[in-house]
């Protein structure tokens, strides 16, 4: 959706094109939504990671269907909430000097309610779980077994990493954030404001993958085993060809 949209405003700069329709509004809806869920992924992972610590005796809030259903009920709210908010407002429009339609950054009120949903709640709610694993860890003290105290630790550490990349993801929008304040003060917009900040946010997006796969164990096992299954098929030839000349040898 990012290459869409910068490819949008490069045919719009070299050939002076408009994308202004219906499915350029629902798109600049939709890039709002996945935003908020990508957040949402990450409050996804830290709860899991809250029931296997202190509600671990809770089998109910273990089940896969959970963590299947979670992320449609999630898009289906954040959906509801932002479509309430934007829509009364006109939040979504088309910019005719950027070629796409998103968020207007100068509508405050547009601007206030889509950053309170996608970025301020997800980051309280991350907030919060890291909290409450924090003190319930140090209030179990020498209670636990070593093997539960690594896996809690472990899964804290997690829980950390994925806060050091939420953290990223929001001193990114610092810049955009900058021009905002500075468009309040002094109530001239900076052209340049829309690029400037989804720059930071495409970049983002960009090495997201590479830092989950370091951030969670799980992923990084998953690659580590599909690179051990591209050696073992020479080692297998090897082998096989080695037999196969000790039974020529032995024949003779």
């Given at each position: 959706m990012l290459i869409s949209m910068n490819?949008?405003?490069?045919?719009?700069d070299l050939y002076d094109q408009s994308f202004d329709s219906s499915w350029c509004i629902f798109s600049g809806y939709l890039a709002s939504v996945m935003l908020g869920m990508l957040y949402m992924t990450f409050v996804n992972q830290a709860f899991y990671r809250l029931i296997r610590i202190v509600y671990s005796?809770?089998?109910?809030?273990?089940?896969?269907?959970?963590?299947?259903?979670l992320p449609v009920i999630e898009i289906i709210i954040?959906?509801?909430?932002?479509?309430?908010?934007?829509?009364?407002?006109?939040?979504?429009?088309?910019l005719p000097n950027d070629h796409f339609c998103c968020p207007t950054?100068?509508?405050?009120?547009?601007?206030?309610?889509t950053a309170f949903v996608a970025y301020v709640c997800p980051f309280c709610c991350l907030i919060f779980i890291y909290m409450r694993i924090t003190r319930f860890i140090?209030?179990?003290?020498?209670?636990?077994?070593?093997?539960?105290?690594?896996?809690?630790?472990?899964?804290?550490?997690?829980?950390?990493?994925?806060?050091?990349?939420?953290?990223?993801?929001l001193i990114l929008g610092i810049p955009g954030m900058t021009l905002i304040l500075m468009f309040v003060i002094t109530g001239e917009e900076n052209p340049l404001l829309v690029r400037i900040t989804y720059f930071p946010i495409s970049v983002s997006q960009a090495g997201l993958s590479i830092a989950l796969l370091f951030s969670i164990p799980q992923l990084k096992n998953i690659v580590l085993n599909l690179r051990k299954t591209?050696?073992?098929?020479?080692?297998?030839?090897?082998?096989?060809?080695?037999?196969?000349?000790?039974?020529?040898?032995?024949t003779q």
């Amino acid at each position: 959706m990012l290459i869409s949209m910068n490819v949008r405003s490069i045919l719009g700069d070299l050939y002076d094109q408009s994308f202004d329709s219906s499915w350029c509004i629902f798109s600049g809806y939709l890039a709002s939504v996945m935003l908020g869920m990508l957040y949402m992924t990450f409050v996804n992972q830290a709860f899991y990671r809250l029931i296997r610590i202190v509600y671990s005796q809770n089998r109910r809030f273990q089940s896969l269907k959970l963590y299947i259903m979670l992320p449609v009920i999630e898009i289906i709210i954040l959906t509801c909430i932002l479509l309430c908010v934007l829509i009364p407002l006109n939040g979504v429009t088309y910019l005719p000097n950027d070629h796409f339609c998103c968020p207007t950054f100068t509508n405050i009120p547009t601007i206030l309610s889509t950053a309170f949903v996608a970025y301020v709640c997800p980051f309280c709610c991350l907030i919060f779980i890291y909290m409450r694993i924090t003190r319930f860890i140090h209030q179990q003290g020498n209670i636990q077994t070593l093997v539960i105290k690594q896996r809690q630790a472990r899964d804290l550490l997690i829980i950390r990493r994925i806060l050091i990349i939420v953290s990223f993801l929001l001193i990114l929008g610092i810049p955009g954030m900058t021009l905002i304040l500075m468009f309040v003060i002094t109530g001239e917009e900076n052209p340049l404001l829309v690029r400037i900040t989804y720059f930071p946010i495409s970049v983002s997006q960009a090495g997201l993958s590479i830092a989950l796969l370091f951030s969670i164990p799980q992923l990084k096992n998953i690659v580590l085993n599909l690179r051990k299954t591209t050696t073992v098929t020479p080692a297998n030839q090897v082998v096989q060809g080695t037999i196969q000349m000790n039974t020529i040898a032995g024949t003779q």
